[in-house]
């Protein structure tokens, strides 16, 4: 047996172990967390829009890639683009509004506020 024969079964053994692993979480709970990051992304944005800095960039690139590396695996368990993709950005927005408002004390309009309970509404219909 060749060293590369040998490197290509390690690789195949924990490949397949970190898919399964992956796919034991349920795409919600990825996209929640993915969300959750981007959110963070946000506050960090906000942040360094009101006091723009080196760190502060570096800080909002890091944390919005780990959320994009989040968002994979929730497109791999779930495998439909259209569906996955619309719920994670109806998790973002919530994510951004919750932040806006509670942390950073925005205000919404009336109209602005039926267009999130549509949203929490789509979020609901599109688990079906």
């Known amino acids: 047996m060749s ?4 490197i290509d079964g390690i690789s195949e053994r924990s490949g397949s ?3 399964s692993s992956v796919q034991a979480v349920p795409s919600f709970g990825w996209l929640l967390l993915s969300a959750l990051f981007f959110g963070c ?16 960039g570096i800080a909002v690139v890091v944390v919005d890639a780990i959320g994009v590396v989040l968002w994979l695996p929730a497109l791999l368990n ?20 919750s932040i806006g408002l509670l942390i950073f004390r925005e205000s919404l309009t009336w109209v602005q506020w039926i267009g999130i309970v549509c949203a929490f509404v789509a979020l609901a219909l599109l688990q079906k």
Do not use: D
Request: no cysteine; charged share 10%; glycine share 12%.
């Open 3 to 6: 060293i590369a024969s040998a």
């Open 78 to 97: 779930r495998n439909q683009l259209s569906i996955v993709g619309v719920l994670w950005a109806l998790l973002g927005a919530v994510v951004t509004v």
């Open 41 to 56: 992304g946000e506050f960090f944005s906000k942040k360094w829009a009101l006091a723009p800095s080196f760190g502060g």
């Open 17 to 19: 172990w970190f898919l």
